[in-house]
DNA sequence: GGCACAGATGAGAATGATTGTCGAAATCAG
DNA sequence: CTGATTTCGACAATCATTCTCATCTGTGCC
C-alpha cells in the first residue's frame, strides 16, 4: 500500500538548486540561496530550505549539523567514499583522512544492539606542527 | 599576565545543576531545566544554558548536536575510561560502546601529519528497536 | 494547444532554541 | 562584616528554520 515518494515536480526553482550544488562544498541553506540569488536568481529562502531538504530525502545531498546548529548541505556524490578531517584547533587547517575500518566497524556495533539506520560523525582535532611552534596550545 | 580561565563560583545554582546531572543521558537545556523546576528548584533558564556551557568548556560535561540542531548534555565522568556513545534518533536512549581500535588509530594519524595533543569525539546514532517498532524513522 | 488541479513558490509571520541585557542578589577576599 | 565582582533570573532580542496563504505553474487529459 502506499506510493513510496510522491516524486517532486521540476520546476526552474528545484533546476536552480541542482544546478547551483556543483560545488563541493558543505554550505548552509542560507548561503546557497544566497549564491543563487548573487547569480540572478530570485528564488525565495523558504524554497531553499524545502528544495533542499526534498534532496536530502531523496539522498541526492548530504546533510549535517553543525556544531553552532545550522545545518549544512552539499551535493552527494554518489559512490563517493566516505571521509573525515583532521582539524587542527589552533589556525583550523583541516587534512582528509580515511577510516575504513571504522566504517565496517560502526555497522558491527550497530547490529549488536538491533540499531538501525546507523549514522557516524568523527571530530578529530589536534594542534598542527605550525601552531605547535607558535606555542599556541 | 592574565589568568586562564576565571573560575567560576560556586552557587547554589550551579550546584544543583550538577547534583541534577547524575542521570546519563543525554537531554537538552531545556530539558535539564524542566528536571530542576520539577524538582522544586527556581532556576532560571537561562543560567542552566550558562551553566552547561561552561561545564562544557571545564569537560565536565559532554554536548552533542542532534539533528533537529538542539544541543544536548550528559555529566562526563571524570576519570572514566574513554568510551563513546550509540545514541537513538528516535528517543535519545544512548548505549556505551568501546572504540579501542580506534584509540590507537587516531593516534597513528596525528603522527602522520605532525599533529600533537588529539582529541577525539565519535557520534554514533541509529533507530533503537523500540522506536523502529514504533515507526519512528 | 488548452484546461483543471494538485503541488510548488515567495513574502512575511510564526516558532523554537539559544543568547544578550540589566537591575537585584549572592559569593569570596580581606 | 563589607565591598567588589560575579552570577542570577526575567524577559527581550536574535538566528535558523518552518509555517501560512494567496498566487503561480508543471503535468495529465482532451
Redesign the interface.
Known amino acids: 500500500m502506499s506510493a513510496a515518494t510522491p516524486a517532486p515536480r521540476m520546476t526552474r526553482q528545484r533546476r536552480e538548486i541542482l544546478e547551483a550544488l556543483d560545488t563541493r562544498d558543505f554550505r548552509s541553506a542560507q548561503a546557497w540561496h544566497e549564491r543563487l540569488r548573487s547569480e540572478g536568481s530570485t528564488i525565495g529562502l523558504a524554497t531553499v530550505y524545502r528544495g533542499l531538504q526534498s534532496l536530502a530525502d531523496q539522498g541526492e545531498v548530504d546533510a549535517v549539523?553543525?556544531?553552532s546548529?545550522?545545518?549544512l548541505y552539499r551535493r552527494c556524490e554518489a559512490g563517493e567514499e566516505h571521509h573525515h578531517h583532521?582539524r587542527?584547533?589552533g589556525c583550523g587547517k583541516a587534512?582528509e583522512?580515511d577510516?575504513p575500518?571504522?566504517e565496517a566497524?560502526?555497522h558491527r556495533?550497530?547490529e549488536q544492539?538491533?540499531?538501525?539506520?546507523?549514522?557516524?560523525?568523527?571530530?578529530?582535532?589536534?594542534?598542527?606542527?605550525e601552531c605547535?611552534a607558535a606555542g599556541k596550545?
Do not use: K, M, W
Not at 538491533?114 to 594542534?127: F, V
Open positions: 549539523v553543525a556544531e546548529g545550522e545545518t583532521l587542527c584547533r587534512v583522512i577510516v575500518e571504522f566497524f560502526a556495533i550497530a544492539h538491533s540499531y538501525g539506520d546507523i549514522q557516524h560523525t568523527i571530530e578529530l582535532t589536534g594542534i598542527c606542527p605547535a596550545d
